[in-house]
């Protein structure tokens, strides 16, 4: 069964940090590439963070590049956001998701998880 479950989403005042981690079924993890994706209240969905593999090298949106890092536990087929210096633009549900290609495209992507509610605050 693929299943993506995210957690760690929360509040936080603006320059703050949080650790989003997504626990991914054993299939989903081996079989497509791993992302975390964001849609904001009366926004499309945009592509945050797409993992690294043996091929491709890890892509982030222009506007986290600095401040997110995105990284993978293979162990545990757990992907993680680490997100720093958060801005009230960073508002958003975040998505974790699995893609049949590497891209930051939501049409790339096959699988997702329910979300996990970002808000940041001044």
């Known amino acids: 069964q693929v299943q993506l479950l995210e957690s760690g989403g929360g509040s936080v005042q603006a320059g703050g940090s949080l650790r989003l981690t997504c626990v991914a079924s054993?299939?989903?993890?081996?079989?497509?590439?791993m992302a975390w994706f964001r849609q904001a209240p009366g926004k499309e969905r945009e592509g945050v963070a797409v993992?690294?593999?043996?091929?491709?090298?890890?892509i982030y949106a222009l506007s986290v590049k600095g401040r997110f890092t995105i990284s993978q536990d293979n162990a545990e087929n757990e992907l993680y956001l680490q997100m720093n210096n958060l801005k009230q633009d960073d508002t958003a549900m975040y998505y974790c998701?699995?893609?049949?290609?590497?891209?930051?495209?939501?049409?790339?992507?096959?699988?997702w998880g329910q979300g996990t509610q970002v808000t940041v605050y001044s």
């Open positions: 054993e299939f989903a993890y081996r079989r497509y590439y």
């Open positions: 998701a699995g893609g049949v290609r590497h891209s930051l495209r939501p049409e790339d992507f096959v699988v």
């Open positions: 993992a690294g593999t043996n091929m491709y090298s890890t």
